[in-house]
T-cell receptor, first 114, second 114 residues
Framework: DAKTTQPTSMDCAEGRAANLPCNHSTISGNEYVYWYRQIHSQGPQYIIHGLKNNETNEMASLIITEDRKSSTLILPHATLRDTAVYYCIVRVIYYGGSQGNLIFGKGTKLSVKP | KAGVTQTPRYLIKTRGQQVTLSCSPISGHRSVSWYQQTPGQGLQFLFEYFSETQRNKGNFPGRFSGRQFSNSRSEMNVSTLELGDSALYLC?????????????FGSGTRLTVV
């Protein structure tokens, strides 16, 4: 089962920041937080990941709380093309191990409106 | 560089038949994973291959199998197709899932079983 909880859906006005929350209260010390999104009928797209520090790339920012029990994905200036299902995933990184799969939950359906 | 390529994009099969789907990962990526996506169950992990070896397997019946070739290309096979196997099958590649890399997904193969 997925170890994350996300709201089922959210709306955002075009041009405004979209803040997508994720709860991962049982996260372990060796688990990273990953975000993917899936635009209708396409494969999921990697957005960003982090362990405990805030991260930023050309697509988004990831804010992880100090206790690591929750995080927020921020799309700074949402466009209509950002309408998608956003998945928050916690994933263990085993060095020398064999676990590599992603466990997807239901995600958040983000609708960006004009 | 080229992304993850899945063929065919669409497929219609009859119940009881078998099907083979193909995935060509990004050049240099040695890990290939397969996922099934249905409206009811969402995205579910099937299996992961790394250097021609199955490294991880999800909770699917033995009718679902896969393999990886020396050039990292992968195939998955579903035998004795059932109506419930109708789904979007997604392939994802990564340089090495044992490290902190994101996955790149293909656009998927939409399988319809009639």
């Amino acid at each position: 089962d997925a170890k994350t909880t996300q709201p089922t859906s959210m709306d955002c006005a075009e041009g405004r920041a979209a803040n997508l929350p994720c709860n991962h209260s049982t996260i372990s010390g060796n688990e990273y937080v990953y975000w993917y999104r899936q635009i209708h009928s396409q494969g999921p797209q990697y957005i960003i990941h982090g362990l405990k520090n805030n991260e930023t790339n050309e697509m988004a920012s990831l804010i992880i709380t100090e206790d690591r029990k929750s995080s927020t994905l921020i799309l700074p200036h949402a466009t209509l093309r950002d309408t998608a299902v956003y998945y928050c995933i916690v994933r263990v990184i085993y060095y020398g191990g064999s676990q590599g799969n992603l466990i997807f939950g239901k995600g958040t359906k983000l609708s960006v409106k004009p | 560089k080229a992304g993850v390529t899945q063929t065919p994009r669409y497929l219609i099969k009859t119940r009881g038949q078998q099907v083979t789907l193909s995935c060509s990962p990004i050049s240099g990526h040695r890990s290939v994973s397969w996922y099934q996506q249905t409206p009811g169950q969402g995205l579910q992990f099937l299996f992961e291959y790394f250097s021609e070896t199955q490294r991880n397997k999800g909770n699917f019946p033995g009718r679902f199998s896969g393999r990886q070739f020396s050039n990292s290309r992968s195939e998955m096979n579903v035998s004795t197709l059932e109506l419930g196997d109708s789904a979007l099958y997604l392939c994802a590649s990564s340089p090495d899932t044992q490290r902190n890399y994101g996955y790149t997904f293909g656009s998927g193969t939409r399988l319809t079983v009639v």
